[in-house]
């Protein structure tokens, strides 16, 4: 009980914290797998196998526990084709996964974890041409999966398991804001700030056979779960409005302040999004002992994500009642603000995985990998909310997994360890925009970091 309390106690600091992502499955919840460009569908042969494919903790013995971090700087430029403007989002990243496992009878393996697969973040320059679409944006997704995976016969296994999804989301702009009847020197820009949050239900599952000692094959299914979000928007008006002044309907004048604060009422909202179905398949082939070589290929139905959209509960005159027709006659106002956001039009997209893995010695392990991700949206769908684009993926990592040994008790053995650190490059082809308004041409780069260690108990 003291070793899994203190396995335990090691877990907590690398939960999943935070996700912000370019495109929104960037991240790979195993350094290990992240080392083999993200193709672990067919090896799936630590904790992590529970979000990879949790067949594979059929063949794990005894109580695991495994925790991961990585933290990733990237940066993505926005430019004018002809001016060459740049504009840039930087935003840190910072995330984690954790996860367990237990064979209570021999075939037998039961698991649960935390992982955050999709998530997303812009934070764009302050005051650039584009924050009437996005001025900063985020998703943030949590999945937490339990599993129960059995090996039906020898060398073959099959799981299922169940996914609680919290996600959040949280949406900036700005709205140009001018009075018909009475116009005003220049547009005055209303921040309007949305913050919600949703959860859902999915279903996965995996099978894993290991046909000879040096092939084994392996398939995933995620199923897509749609998430019902709901919160608030919230109105902030600048402070240099104040002084200006325009007539009233009943006589005299108002400030230009205190009508803005009349016409935007803060607001309950609400939007859908549907993180995609996932199905995976992939090939571990190890044609000498110390080299092995792994291939995944990935669906994503991103088709059915949704609009980055978010609708007022209330409609019409609902929408702010304090703010009367007679108002909205008398200075040309209508209450149009209740529905924002930015049609996505995403579409399915493929990935390719590869790495390879060689022992120079029984505990040591070398990685390498690489990935290609294709782009979600075409040149029309490139918003600035989600500019999605081509990448390659590069990563080089090491591993070990032996034994660990007290420190306090000369030559106790405490437990197995395994420890993997990966480093990652991403580079994207440039994509260009015809969005109305904003056809500017994106790039971007990511260089990402991370570390795992797991026990075996």
């Known amino acids: 009980m003291r070793r899994w309390s203190f396995a335990l106690a090691l877990m907590l600091p690398f939960l999943p914290v935070r996700l912000a992502a370019q495109d929104f499955s960037f991240y790979e919840s195993s350094p290990r797998a992240a080392a083999l460009g993200g193709a672990f569908t067919a090896r799936a042969d630590d904790t992590t196998a529970l979000f990879y494919n949790p067949a594979g903790l059929a063949f794990q013995s005894a109580f695991r526990i495994k925790a991961d971090f990585a933290f990733a700087h990237r940066e993505t430029t926005a430019a004018w084709p002809d001016s060459g403007s740049r504009y840039r989002t930087e935003p840190s990243e910072f995330t984690g996964s954790a996860g367990l496992s237990w064979q209570p009878i021999k075939h037998v393996t039961v698991a649960a974890g935390l992982f955050s697969p999709y998530g997303y973040e812009s934070y764009w320059t302050p005051g650039w041409p584009g924050e009437t679409v996005v001025s900063r944006s985020r998703l943030r997704t949590l999945y937490f999966r339990s599993a129960l995976a059995v090996e039906v016969f020898k060398g073959l296994a099959l799981s299922a398991g169940v996914d609680v999804v919290s996600s959040d989301v949280w949406y900036r702009h700005y709205i140009p804001f001018n009075i018909p009847n009475y116009p005003q020197p220049r547009d005055i820009d209303i921040e309007s700030s949305h913050s919600l949050h949703g959860s859902g239900l999915g279903f996965t599952a995996g099978i894993l056979w290991k046909i000879v000692p040096a092939l084994q094959i392996g398939a995933r299914y ?37 009508l803005i604060n009349l016409y935007y009422a803060d607001q309950d909202v609400t939007g859908q999004l549907t993180l995609p179905r996932e199905i995976a398949g992939g090939v571990a082939f190890t044609p000498v002992p110390k080299l092995s070589v792994y291939l995944d290929v990935q669906w994503d139905t991103w088709s059915g994500f949704g609009d980055w959209v978010f609708a007022s509960t209330a409609e019409g005159a609902a929408i702010n009642p304090s703010f ?14 209740g529905v924002q956001g930015v049609p996505l039009t995403l579409r ?26 294709r782009s979600t949206v075409d040149e029309a769908g490139r918003t600035p909310v989600y500019p999605d684009l081509d990448r390659n993926y590069y990563s080089l990592g090491f591993g070990y997994d032996g034994p660990l040994f007290s420190i306090y008790d000369e030559g106790e053995r405490v437990s197995d360890l395994s420890f993997d650190v990966f480093l990652r490059y991403a580079s994207a082809a440039s994509g260009p925009s015809t969005y109305p308004g904003l056809e500017l041409t994106y790039d971007s780069s990511r260089l990402t970091f991370g570390v795992g260690a797991g026990f075996i108990f």
């Open 324 to 337: 009367t027709s007679e108002y909205q006659e008398f200075y040309g106002l209508e209450l149009d603000y």
């Open 348 to 373: 399915d997209a493929k990935k390719i995985k590869a790495g390879l893995e060689y022992r120079p010695a029984p505990h040591f392990a070398v990685r390498g990998g690489y990935a290609k991700h």
């Open 222 to 258: 995620q199923q897509e779960v749609a998430v019902d979000f709901a919160g608030s928007d919230v109105f902030i008006q600048p402070m240099d409005t104040t002084g200006a002044r325009v007539p009233a309907p009943g006589g005299g004048t108002m400030e230009v302040y205190d």
